[in-house]
């Protein structure tokens, strides 16, 4: 079997290693990434001309949806963690979910897994690869890839700090503290307000690493060729262990370069570019969802052109957008930013999500929303319960970042009056609007279980993104499940049901059509087009608490439909004039499937 790589696919390698290592890009350079791959190909017996077969339309559909959860948020006595997860995903998840994304499930030294001490190693709490691999039997898997830094901790650090050859330059480093003027420094893009560099003690004398998120996590330097080489170790180990998608956590701050803003340089888009050539080489159809929290348009540059970068991005203006829209019950700036949502080609999708192991980040809802919307945010979040993380500006103000709280407290206030009958159809109200708009949807464990804010812990721990991280006992678990009239399980059984059904409607397939309608601001309303224009579905979430009615005109919206089928209830209803009046109840979801003549 040939193991070579493709002369197109040489050509592909040698013109992303330029764009990231530029001068240094040599042919010796070349041969060592070269020498690396083809061993993995030769190893596994892979023919890189496999890709010429593969076609890429065909890697997402309308049953792709993703469960996001750490490997330890189910605990189970004298169980390693993987063990209680596979146990809880094929008991309740199996054929409702497709892939589950197992956030860093490797062994750390702070931020819940982000600070990576040993990337091809198992967390031993969590299991080992044998347990990786037994849960990937009935589900696809989705790894997280921590590549702008690692723990301080860390073995490579530990490394770098000893100088050990191949590691002098590994991270970011200068030789004191004042080595970046303040003008370069109020240019730099940050998430955070700790300070950015953090001394270490290097071979008897002091050094100042690069530190964008803590003083425990490290940043590599990618100037170094050892780096990448290293990550694509990593990398290629991944996906001998079945990895099917990848997050490539903070991609923004990837690439620094003084002078500038440090932040989605030329470079860190190749970095991006390296990976799809590596996966289009190794597994083409595996999947590279690229995570920036920052505004709109920076955050689709990383779709590339369509072909050469990530096939899917984090729709990251989504959750505040739906968290003003239900506090306001207008839809109109959700609805209007919506039709702006355009992909540069049929192969990529946004992954469309509303609640995650992090917070709700407001940077991305800048300039979508006004600066007074987004305080308004902030203000409704402490009301509600929950916690607010700053980042610093050039000016060296602190500004809101992040909010932290679980999206049922957000949309459910303590001093609320409505009947936990509605908490719950506005909740999930909230999680079919999701479902409705075009790409691949993703829940967290806490949005799929509708948990509340676990404040206690945050105030404890000191870190405020532990309010919707909240550790389950296997057994309570169940307990709570299966009490059908808990609050915990009419959602959760009522969205799985409700994503059932859209799996087997080939209108939401993520690159099908989208067409947003504004005709009642109460009412988030879409029609949803399968690839082939064959199969319409009419979408109307009431994001209200009072009743209301939308008129709907068939002959532009629905041309050649004769009847309608609602999706949830089975309900069906004749259609004899050119306007249809729907009638919702508070909180009400409709998919209404048109049948045509």
């Known amino acids: 079997m040939k193991t070579n790589l493709t002369p197109e696919q040489s050509q592909k390698l040698k013109k992303v290693l330029k764009k990231i290592f530029h001068q240094k890009a040599n042919k010796s350079l070349f041969n060592r990434f070269q020498k690396v791959i083809q061993a993995y190909l030769k190893k596994h017996k892979i023919d890189p001309g496999q890709s010429k077969k593969y076609q890429a339309h065909k890697r997402l559909s309308q049953k792709t949806a993703i469960f996001i959860t750490y490997a330890d948020l189910i605990l189970k006595q004298n169980q390693k963690h993987f063990q209680a997860l596979d146990r809880f995903a094929n008991q309740y998840l199996k054929n409702k979910f497709d892939t589950i994304h197992i956030l860093p499930f490797y062994p750390y030294s702070s931020d819940r897994g982000f600070s990576v001490l040993d990337y091809e190693k198992v967390n031993p709490s969590a299991g080992d690869w044998t347990h990786v691999k037994k849960l990937g039997k009935n589900f696809k898997l989705m790894f997280d890839f921590v590549l702008n830094h690692m723990s301080a901790q860390g073995k490579w650090f530990k490394m770098f700090l000893d100088q050990k050859p191949g590691f002098e330059n590994f991270f970011i480093h200068f030789k004191t503290k004042n080595a970046i003027s303040k003008k370069d420094l109020s240019k730099i893009l940050r998430p955070r307000?700790?300070?950015?560099?953090?001394?270490?003690?290097?071979?008897?004398?002091?050094?100042?690493?690069?530190?964008?998120?803590?003083?425990?996590?490290?940043?590599?330097?990618?100037?170094?060729?050892?780096?990448?080489?290293?990550?694509?170790?990593?990398?290629?180990?991944?996906?001998?262990?079945?990895?099917?998608?990848?997050?490539?956590?903070?991609?923004?701050?990837?690439?620094?370069?003084?002078?500038?803003?440090?932040?989605?340089?030329?470079?860190?888009?190749?970095?991006?570019?390296?990976f799809r050539v590596l996966f289009d080489i190794i597994k083409p159809n595996a999947t590279i969802v690229n995570e920036t929290n920052v505004p709109h348009h920076d955050n689709i540059s990383y779709f590339g052109n369509g072909y050469d970068e990530a096939q899917m991005v984090y729709n990251f203006p989504l959750p505040p957008l739906t968290m003003h829209t239900f506090i306001k019950g207008d839809c109109t700036k959700l609805a209007n930013w919506a039709k702006t949502l355009s992909k540069p080609s049929p192969v990529t999708a946004y992954f469309n999500f509303l609640d995650s192991h992090d917070g709700f980040g407001v940077l991305p809802a800048k300039g979508i929303l006004t600066d007074q919307e987004i305080k308004n945010l902030v203000k409704e979040t402490l009301i509600r319960g929950g916690l607010v993380n700053y980042r610093t500006e050039s000016d060296g103000s602190q500004v809101p970042y992040e909010l932290n709280i679980t999206l049922y407290s957000f949309l459910n206030p303590q001093n609320s009056k409505d009947t936990e009958e509605i908490k719950i159809k506005k909740h999930l109200a909230a999680r079919a609007l999701a479902l409705s708009l075009r790409g691949v949807p993703g829940v967290y464990f806490h949005g799929l279980i509708g948990s509340t804010n676990d404040k206690p812990h945050a105030l404890e721990t000191g870190i405020n993104r532990d309010i919707n991280r909240e550790n389950l006992k296997q057994e309570d678990l169940q307990d709570v499940l299966e009490n059908k009239k808990s609050r915990r399980s009419r959602i959760f059984n009522t969205f799985l049901k409700i994503l059932t059904i859209r799996s087997k409607e080939i209108a939401f397939h993520p690159a099908g059509g989208q067409k947003i309608i504004l005709q009642n601001k109460a009412v988030f309303s879409?029609?949803?087009?399968?690839?082939?224009?064959?199969q319409k579905i009419l979408c109307l979430i009431n994001i209200t608490n009072k009743a209301q009615t939308i008129k709907i005109d068939k002959d532009f919206y629905l041309e050649n439909a004769q009847s309608l089928k609602e999706l949830i209830s089975g309900k069906s209803i004749g259609l004899k004039s050119s306007y249809i009046l729907f009638k919702l109840e508070p909180y009400q979801t409709s998919w209404w499937k048109v049948i045509s003549k």
């Not at 879409?526 to 064959?534: A, E, G, H």
Request: net charge positive; charged share 25%.
């Open 193 to 274: 307000v700790s300070p950015l560099l953090t001394k270490f003690k290097a071979k008897k004398r002091d050094i100042y690493v690069w530190t964008t998120f803590s003083a425990d996590q490290v940043d590599f330097d990618y100037r170094e060729p050892n780096v990448l080489l290293q990550m694509t170790k990593v990398m290629l180990l991944y996906l001998e262990k079945g990895l099917d998608f990848v997050r490539l956590d903070a991609t923004t701050y990837v690439y620094k370069q003084l002078g500038t803003n440090c932040a989605h340089r030329p470079e860190a888009h190749a970095i991006v570019k390296y």
């Open 526 to 534: 879409l029609i949803r087009t399968s690839p082939d224009k064959k």
